[in-house]
């Protein structure tokens, strides 16, 4: 492989909070929409719930021991707003604290935080005001966002607003895959509009009180739509699975509209009064960074149009088929392994969208096998296979600023519970151990190669 980085390019891994924490009940942490979403039989593979997740709310020291022996410069992590404020508004001061211990103890090991302010946890009582539907939700995460700001801005640099707003408001609110469980249909276009006002409202509050070294981003999810055949119908169809998932929320955060065809795509079903004047010029606000995760990419087929059942109607509408997968090489959850989809999105953005501010791939990783398996080459070889489409980016022009690997233990994979393993260190939850995989030596070796 070419081991050519720019210069102080970042290598780091990321983890999120209610994917690894566990302890939902300790120290006034309040109920997450995931806590309720859990408890509904059948939505979670398994019954699995939040708990007790890899415990790192009470073994965080071992987890940060596991980054400083990794070697990473970066460390990506989340911020659990149950935490911080358990009814969506009280502070509490046993979540604020948790945080700046973390946060201290990277900086004591020189590894930088990359704190996610937003990766799914909304508190329960702020979905029952509405949640993301309600515009007020957008107003109470930009509090949030200034509360963490004001405590923890002396030890932080890098803000990221939301992690892939697109499965919290299509997954979450139209087709009740994810928390809270909503399937509303076109109710996911309010969401994903009052998720992007949120992050324009907390850029604005906490670049108000920000010191100049502070870096505010958001992280989406790419994953860039191929049409199955070259027939028009394919095309067109691959265009609006990537206007839902990929324009919906790139064209106002860095082309300054909302994107064309978002609409027509809904038949006329779709209400847009969520969208009030001035909202574009606050969710554009300039940017530090853009982070993108990428896992595959999406093959795309026309499919026959349904007509939107008036009770339940679902994204599905829009008459795409993205089952018709072609015959490559997959992971072990289905998802195609393609390098080059990496290439794809990071160039594809780069040229779309002029002035786009410098890049980090924020999450890239997979599952092979349900079982324990410590001997994980085929992960090697997606980490190693990617990061090379990473490095071929760079080369060819994308200000590519850094590499997060998705990620650091293994931990709740949403609603398919703890049967799929993303960690570099397997976590036996009866016990707790952490036993780091042939991938976690693959990459320290890899990173001491770089420096
Ligand atoms: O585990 C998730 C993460 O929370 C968000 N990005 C995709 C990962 C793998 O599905």
Sequence with gaps: MTTSFPPGFRWGVATSAFQIEGAIRSDGRGPSIWDTFAAVPGAIAGGDTGEPAADHYHRWRADLALLGDLGVDSYRFSVSWPRIQPDGRRAERRGLDFYRRLVEALREQEIEPFLT??????????????????????????????LVHEELGDVVDHWTTLNEPYPC???????????????????????AHHLLLGHGLAVRAMR???LPRHQFGIVLNQ??????????????????????????????????????????????????????????QTIAAPLDYLGVNYYY???V?????????????????????????????????????????LIEALVGLHNRYPGLPPMYVTENGC?????????????????????????????????????????????????????????LVHVDYATQQRTPRASYRWYRDFIAAQR
Excluded: K
Aim: glycine content about 10%; proline content about 6%.
């Design 301 to 341: 087929a026309d499919a026959p149009h349904r007509e939107p059942d008036p009770a339940q109607r679902t994204v599905t509408d829009i008459g795409v088929d993205t089952t018709r997968l072609p015959d490559v090489p997959r992971t072990g959850m289905g998802w195609p392994v393609e390098p080059e989809g």
């Design 367 to 423: 599952v092979y096998a349900d079982r324990s398996d410590l001997a994980d080459y085929e992960r090697i070889s997606f980490l190693s296979e990617h990061i090379e489409a990473a490095r071929t980016a760079a080369a060819a022009g994308v200000d590519l600023r850094g590499y997060f690997c998705w990620s650091l233990l293994d931990n709740f994979e949403w609603a398919h519970g703890y049967q799929h393993r993303f960690g």
């Design 169 to 191: 408001a299509v997954a979450g609110y139209g087709e009740g895959r994810h928390a809270p469980g909503a399937r509303e249909g076109h109710g996911a276009l309010a969401a």
């Design 297 to 299: 990419r999406l093959h």
């Design 117 to 146: 302010l937003y990766h799914w946890d909304l508190p329960q009582a702020l979905e029952d005001d509405g949640g993301w539907r309600s515009r007020d939700t957008a107003s109470r995460f930009a509090d949030y966002a200034a």
């Design 208 to 210: 108000s009180q920000a």
């Design 223 to 280: 994953s860039p739509a191929i049409p199955v055949t070259d027939s028009a119908a394919d095309a067109a169809a691959a265009a609006r699975q990537d206007t839902l998932l990929r324009r919906q929320f790139t064209d106002p955060l860095f082309g300054g509209r909302y994107a064309p065809g978002l609409a027509a795509m809904f038949d006329g079903v779709s209400d847009f009064s969520f969208r009030h004047d001035g909202d574009l």
